[in-house]
């Protein structure tokens, strides 16, 4: 990940500080100032912007955690969305039954999804590639079904209403709170799912994706390892799907189908699949696709008028992206960061 | 019993399309070796070219079929060209991820050129029904039968015996091999292309005379997958008995099954089938029996 780039005079003395995620006092700058930017934003920012940001938090924490399985471990799951529904459904559950608050609603959210991610990730302890696809496909399958008829619980098609999330006994109603309510567990998210490959577990799950054979023969437990793939991934998609609940206030078997999935699927390959800016970006692209798709065809609908063909263009376009992406830039939207701060660093020198 | 015939002899009629499906899918991944997420689309886009020529361009039947048969090896050749071709040598996942990519594309283009509007397919295999072992069957799906059957004997005897078979599967077992040995390698990939969309439009004209035309048909190309790995993924004979149990399989669980579960459980059972033939047998019945593990 790390550019290997560093500005001259920079010296790293000792490991611990060559081992910093933010190296130079001008990155810890920048980001201080991102995250501050990303903390006044319902201060500067409108409605129609906040929604738009609220959506892409959510999905930063699902495309990290499939970002885990698929880009990191190399294990291909078409079942995220299933997973992200899982999650809901806790949350769901928990909170209109029970009346948990959602401090703890969440992360039991995230540790059911885990539960069911590592028992529908048990294929992949024979299995690899394609076959783990497929095996994953049918989770999806078999966990939509559940969504749907499982009614004493899941209520069937009709849904469950969630009530809005109370902190210190505050119903968060507007827009605002509720970007804070979901920036922490976003920001949190990108931090661990960072951080978990500077530590022993992340490291193994990398060598299970390079070469699971010298992997296994250098002590690292493949097997473990991928179910515990499995599980963090799940863990993140359980947590997103719980606050894509909190943030609908209705949870419904249709929103967690397949294409949900291919979604999540799309934002980590056009971002970057292994690396920790990847499914940011992804995830900021793929949504922003239809929006700005739909200011396009109003811009252009004095011209020629194609607002009936919008669900055609979208899909069009989303295809030719992960396509292109995945034969011209197979490292994605990260590389093309990675390569634009690289030219920013030595400006106005070409080297 | 008579219930159960029906059903037995109903699924063996529907799992004829999914052989069919199932053919063109397993042809590809025994020539080049990719799995193909978008053989759903493709068949679907067929089926809108077979509708587009016959009824939109009201030519002949044998015009309008010979055009869609055309058109469809065309389409074939394009997607392996401007797709597939760029990604020959790249890991199993690149090509996974770049097939589910066309299927967007693909759906997206049917939205765009026919709209969302479910359409009525004309009949081709027209037929008074007819009764097999005191079941009635209609024409179209002995015709799917028949059908696939005809395409398993060729492509079997195809792979086989023709020169052009034997390179295929060259190319397909190892690429460098074939190459040293003068075969012409991206010529055998895009010739799988193409005859595996050739089978699409087969199996489109009958689909679309089994249900109205719409995006929503594409779900058969997923159906495909517990038939491919039950048989087999590398099987031509697998895809043809996958299809066939398959079929009776869904249908038995929706008869009997469907008063004690809730909702549409012959969509499910077939997946459910899928996962454990996974963990039992992953190279199905007869497939090749080697599959990478650690």
């Given at each position: 990940m790390s550019v290997g780039v560093r500005p001259c005079g920079e010296f790293a003395r000792g490991y611990p500080e060559d081992e910093r995620v933010l190296k130079t006092r001008f990155v810890r700058a920048s980001m201080a100032a991102f995250i501050g930017l990303l903390f006044i934003l319902p201060f500067i920012a409108g409605g129609y912007v906040l929604a738009i940001v609220s959506g892409i938090l959510i999905a930063v924490v699902g495309a990290t955690g499939l970002n885990i399985l698929t880009g990191y471990t190399g294990l291909i799951s078409v079942g995220q969305g299933a997973f992200m529904g899982v999650g809901a459904y806790t949350v769901a559950v928990l909170a209109t039954v029970w009346n948990i608050p959602f401090w703890l609603t969440l992360p039991a959210a995230g540790l059911v999804t885990a539960a069911v991610g590592a028992v529908f990730g048990l294929p992949s302890l024979r299995l690899k590639g394609f076959y783990l696809a497929i095996a994953t496909l049918a989770a999806q399958f078999i966990l939509d079904y559940t969504f749907m008829n499982w009614e004493s619980v899941t209520k069937g098609a009709v849904g469950i209403l969630v009530p809005r999330p109370a902190l210190l006994g505050h119903a968060l109603a507007n827009d605002a709170e509720f970007y804070y309510f979901l920036l922490v567990p976003a920001v949190l998210g990108v931090v661990v799912g960072r951080n978990l490959f500077r530590t022993h577990v992340g490291r193994a799950l990398i060598a299970v994706r390079d070469q699971d054979l010298a992997a296994e023969i250098l002590g690292v437990n493949v097997l473990k390892m991928k179910l515990v793939a499995f599980a963090l991934s799940s863990f993140f998609a359980g947590v997103a799907g719980g606050l894509v609940a909190y943030y609908t206030t209705s949870v419904a078997p249709g929103a967690f189908n397949l294409s949900l999935s291919i979604d999540y699927l799309a934002m980590i390959i056009i971002g970057g699949l292994g690396t920790s800016t990847g499914p940011i970006l992804g995830a900021i692209f793929v949504l922003l696709i239809p929006d700005v798709l739909q200011h396009l065809i109003e811009m252009l609908r004095n011209v020629v008028d194609v607002s009936y063909t919008f669900a055609a263009l979208r899909e069009i376009i989303f295809g030719l992206f992960i396509i292109g992406f995945l034969i011209g830039k197979p490292e994605g939207l990260a590389r093309f960061w990675r390569d634009f701060r690289a030219y920013w660093k030595l400006w106005p020198f070409a080297y | 019993m008579d219930f159960f015939l029906f059903l037995v002899v109903n699924g063996i009629a529907v799992g004829g399309i999914y052989a069919l499906v199932a053919l063109g899918f397993v042809l590809i991944y025994k020539a080049t070796g990719a799995i193909n997420f978008a053989q759903g689309e493709v068949l679907?886009?067929?089926?809108?070219?077979?509708?587009?020529?016959?009824?939109?361009?009201?030519?002949?039947?044998?015009?309008?079929?010979?055009?869609?048969?055309?058109?469809?090896?065309?389409?074939?050749?394009?997607?392996?060209?401007?797709?597939?071709?760029?990604?020959?040598?790249?890991?199993?996942?690149?090509?996974?991820?770049?097939?589910?990519?066309?299927?967007?594309?693909?759906?997206?283009?049917?939205?765009?050129?026919?709209?969302?509007?479910?359409?009525?397919?004309?009949?081709?295999?027209?037929g008074p029904p007819i009764a097999v072992a005191g079941v009635t069957v209609k024409m179209v799906h002995l015709w799917a039968l028949g059908l696939a059957t005809a395409c398993l004997v060729v492509f079997s005897l195809l792979f086989k015996y023709s020169a052009t078979g034997v390179r295929m599967r060259a190319a397909a077992d190892n690429q460098r091999a074939a190459l040293s040995l003068g075969i012409d390698v991206n010529r055998m990939f895009a010739l799988s292309w193409m005859v595996a969309a050739l089978l699409a439009a087969v199996g489109a004209m009958i689909i679309g005379q089994m249900n109205v035309l719409s995006i929503e048909l594409s779900y058969i190309g997923l159906t495909v997958f517990p038939v491919v790995i039950l048989g087999g993924l590398d099987s031509v004979v697998g895809a043809v008995v996958g299809g066939l149990v398959i079929g009776v399989i869904e249908n038995l669980a929706g008869g009997y099954l469907g008063a004690y579960l809730p909702g549409a459980v012959k969509f499910i059972v077939p997946y459910i089938v899928l996962l454990v033939i996974l963990l039992i047998r992953p190279y199905g019945f007869f497939g090749t029996h080697e599959i990478e593990r650690v």
């Open positions: - | 679907l886009i067929c089926a809108y070219l077979v509708y587009a020529f016959l009824v939109q361009l009201e030519l002949p039947l044998w015009l309008a079929i010979l055009a869609a048969f055309f058109v469809a090896m065309l389409l074939g050749l394009t997607i392996e060209r401007l797709f597939l071709r760029p990604l020959v040598g790249e890991p199993v996942a690149s090509v996974i991820m770049v097939t589910i990519g066309l299927a967007y594309l693909l759906r997206g283009v049917i939205r765009f050129a026919w709209g969302s509007v479910e359409r009525n397919f004309p009949l081709i295999f027209a």
